[in-house]
T-cell receptor
Framework: DVKVTQSSRYLVKRTGEKVFLECVQD?????MFWYRQDPGLGLRLIYF???????EKGDIPEGYSVSREKKERFSLILESASTNQTSMYLC?????????????FGEGSWLTVV | QQQVKQSPQSLIVQKGGISIINCAYE??????FPWYQQFPGKGPALLIA?????SEKKEGRFTISFNKSAKQFSLHIMDSQPGDSATYFC????????????FGKGTMLLVSP
C-alpha cells in the first residue's frame, strides 16, 4: 500500500514562529503536493514539486515555502506563522506521467497558531 | 483560477436512499474527473474517476454521471449506508502529467440510520 506519512498530526505554534511540516512517501513517487483544507473552502494547493529540487507555486503560496532535497520527502515551511494559517495541511504524492494517476494523501497535520 | 463548483455543501440522506452530489466546471480542456472521499481525521482517498469519453461509470454503489455539453458531472450513491457518511470532493484536471487537480469545496454527507 502507498503510504504518505505526515509526522506531526497536531501542532500548536505561536505567532511569528517558524514552522516545519514534514511529509514522507514510500512509493518512489516523483510528484508531491501540499494542500490546505479549510471548512467551506475545500482543498487549496499551496505548492507542488514534480521532482527533487523542483517546486512550483500553487494557488495560495503566500506565506509558505517548500523544500524537496530528497525524492521521498517534501517539507512545508511557514517562515513566520500567523493566526490565519491555522488550518489542516495535507501532503500528497503521485507517480509522474499522467494526471490520471491517483493522488495519495496523508492523514493531515492540524496546525493551530496562537 | 479555473473553478469547479460543487453542490450541495451538506446533505442528509436516510439509510437506503440515493445521495446525489453535483459539480460543474468551466475549463473545457479538463478531461479527468475524480471523486475523493474523506472520513473524519483521515486524508481524502480516491473513490471513482471518469474520463469524458464515457457518460457514466459505475463501481459498486457509486456512479459518476458525466454531461460534457453541460460541463457537469455528478456522483450518485445508491442504497446509501451510514458508513458512507463522509466529505466528498469532486475535482477536475487535464490529463497532462504537469497539471494539477482543481477541487470543489466539498459536500458533507450524513446518512441517518
Amino acid at each position: 500500500d502507498v503510504k504518505v506519512t505526515q509526522s506531526s498530526r497536531y501542532l500548536v505554534k505561536r505567532t511569528g514562529e517558524k514552522v516545519f511540516l514534514e511529509c514522507v512517501q514510500d512509493m518512489d513517487h516523483e510528484n508531491m503536493f501540499w494542500y490546505r483544507q479549510d471548512p467551506g473552502l475545500g482543498l487549496r494547493l499551496i505548492y507542488f514539486s514534480y521532482d527533487v529540487k523542483m517546486k512550483e507555486k500553487g494557488d495560495i503560496p503566500e506565506g509558505y515555502s517548500v523544500s524537496r532535497e530528497k525524492k521521498e520527502r517534501f517539507s512545508l515551511i511557514l517562515e513566520s506563522a500567523s493566526t490565519n494559517q491555522t488550518s489542516m495541511y495535507l501532503c500528497a504524492s503521485r507517480t509522474q506521467g499522467s494526471t490520471g494517476n491517483t493522488i495519495y494523501f496523508g492523514e493531515g497535520s492540524w496546525l493551530t497558531v496562537v | 483560477q479555473q473553478q469547479v463548483k460543487q453542490s450541495p455543501q451538506s446533505l442528509i440522506v436516510q439509510k437506503g436512499g440515493i445521495s446525489i452530489i453535483n459539480c460543474a466546471y468551466e475549463n473545457t480542456a479538463f478531461d479527468y474527473f475524480p471523486w475523493y472521499q474523506q472520513f473524519p481525521g483521515k486524508g481524502p482517498a480516491l473513490l471513482i474517476a471518469i474520463r469524458p469519453d464515457v457518460s457514466e461509470k459505475k463501481e459498486g454503489r457509486f456512479t459518476i454521471s458525466f454531461n460534457k455539453s453541460a460541463k457537469q458531472f455528478s456522483l450518485h450513491i445508491m442504497d446509501s449506508q451510514p458508513g458512507d457518511s463522509a466529505t466528498y470532493f469532486c475535482a477536475a484536471s487535464t490529463v497532462s502529467g504537469y497539471s494539477t487537480l482543481t477541487f470543489g469545496k466539498g459536500t458533507m454527507l450524513l446518512v441517518s440510520p
